[in-house]
């Protein structure tokens, strides 16, 4: 049984940067929206489990990120500031003179937490999914990382394919096992497509999947963090890699400190997927976090 939409979004291509970006509308009373930024690999139209179990008074927008879903492919890979300049973009066009309410999960968090350090003034609330940010990297590792750069430059990057929706929903269900077989299945149609060989690919570019040569800074990504003005909610799924890591006290205080307002949630039984698994519980808590 499919999935069935409460909400249904207007579609729009939005021209930024020198790439058509997806967006998804969901219109609503209020005058200010609610921007939701998704994770690696997802499209923005997955929040439509989310969307659907919020009021409706929310206004809410949501884009797939450069080189995902239905958004334009850039030439030259990716760079993670540009994931800040995009939604820089972006904002100045949909919410030009206010700030807004932004939604982020897993990569996506890690853009708006970033961006909410480096344009405080264009942020009211922060909710952050699973966005914790990876390890602290080391120097010496910068010479293994540039090699292996160089070679995925050389050897390309490939994703598989499938012979057909029931075959990627059957992976998808198996990488997901708390989600529901009529989400699997919008899901499935949100993030592949139909090739010109009838076989189903990834609406994601395989350039992806290529390491990134910078090591990540840590301490850079905590400085902004600590610019962040908007009160933050971070949630966590119990079930996922980032609640593993707040296993230890001392990384929740150092965490903790990284902000002025900061509220903590664990939902238990969520993954890392928790807006697919268990939009429902994320919904109440946004909205609890907004009144």
Same mark, same amino acid.
């Given at each position: 049984?499919?999935? $069935?939409?409460?909400?249904?979004?207007?579609?729009?291509?939005?021209?930024?940067?020198?790439?058509?970006? !997806?967006?998804?509308?969901?219109?609503?009373?209020?005058?200010?929206?609610?921007?939701?930024?998704?994770?690696?690999?997802?499209?923005?139209?997955?929040?439509?489990?989310?969307?659907?179990?919020?009021?409706?008074? %929310? @206004?809410? $927008?949501?884009?797939?990120?450069?080189?995902?879903?239905?958004?334009?492919?850039?030439?030259?890979?990716?760079?993670?500031?540009?994931?800040?300049?995009?939604?820089?973009?972006?904002?100045?066009?949909?919410?030009? #003179?206010?700030?807004?309410?932004?939604?982020?999960?897993?990569?996506? *968090? #890690? $853009?708006?937490?970033?961006?909410?350090?480096?344009?405080?003034?264009?942020?009211?609330?922060?909710?952050?999914?699973?966005?914790?940010?990876?390890?602290? @990297? %080391?120097?010496?590792? +910068?010479?293994?990382?540039?090699?292996?750069?160089?070679?995925?430059?050389?050897?390309?990057?490939?994703?598989?394919?499938?012979? #057909?929706? +029931?075959?990627?929903?059957?992976?998808?269900?198996?990488? #997901?096992?708390?989600?529901? +077989?009529?989400?699997?299945?919008?899901?499935?149609?949100?993030?592949?497509?139909?090739?010109?060989?009838?076989?189903?690919?990834?609406?994601?570019?395989?350039? %992806?999947?290529?390491?990134?040569?910078?090591?990540?800074?840590?301490?850079?990504?905590?400085?902004?963090?600590?610019?962040?003005?908007?009160?933050?909610?971070?949630?966590?799924? *119990?079930? @996922?890699?980032?609640?593993?890591?707040?296993?230890? !006290?001392?990384?929740? &205080? %150092?965490?903790?400190?990284?902000?002025? @307002?900061?509220?903590?949630?664990?939902?238990?039984?969520?993954?890392?997927?928790?807006?697919? &698994?268990?939009?429902?519980?994320?919904? &109440?808590?946004?909205?609890?976090?907004?009144?």
């Amino acid at each position: 049984m499919p999935y $069935v939409v409460r909400r249904q979004p207007t579609l729009a291509t939005l021209n930024v940067r020198g790439l058509a970006f !997806q967006l998804y509308r969901w219109e609503g009373a209020s005058p200010q929206p609610l921007v939701f930024a998704h994770g690696w690999g997802d499209t923005g139209e997955t929040f439509q489990f989310i969307v659907d179990q919020l009021s409706a008074k %929310h @206004s809410i $927008v949501a884009f797939d990120a450069r080189g995902f879903g239905r958004t334009d492919w850039p030439q030259d890979g990716y760079w993670f500031p540009d994931y800040l300049g995009d939604l820089d973009a972006i904002l100045d066009v949909i919410a030009p #003179n206010a700030p807004v309410d932004l939604l982020g999960h897993s990569m996506g *968090g #890690n $853009v708006t937490m970033m961006y909410a350090g480096v344009r405080p003034e264009r942020v009211r609330r922060l909710i952050n999914l699973e966005g914790f940010g990876l390890q602290p @990297s %080391h120097a010496e590792g +910068a010479p293994a990382r540039y090699r292996e750069w160089l070679d995925e430059i050389k050897e390309g990057s490939f994703y598989a394919t499938y012979d #057909n929706y +029931a075959q990627f929903e059957k992976v998808l269900a198996r990488r #997901n096992p708390r989600t529901s +077989a009529e989400m699997i299945e919008f899901i499935a149609r949100s993030w592949a497509t139909s090739n010109n060989e009838g076989r189903i690919e990834l609406r994601s570019d395989p350039k %992806h999947k290529r390491v990134n040569p910078v090591l990540y800074q840590r301490d850079q990504a905590e400085a902004c963090w600590r610019e962040i003005s908007a009160p933050v909610m971070f949630v966590v799924g *119990g079930k @996922s890699d980032v609640a593993r890591r707040l296993s230890d !006290q001392s990384v929740v &205080e %150092h965490f903790k400190q990284q902000f002025r @307002s900061l509220t903590l949630h664990t939902l238990p039984d969520a993954g890392h997927m928790m807006h697919h &698994e268990f939009p429902a519980q994320v919904a &109440e808590l946004i909205e609890q976090f907004f009144r």
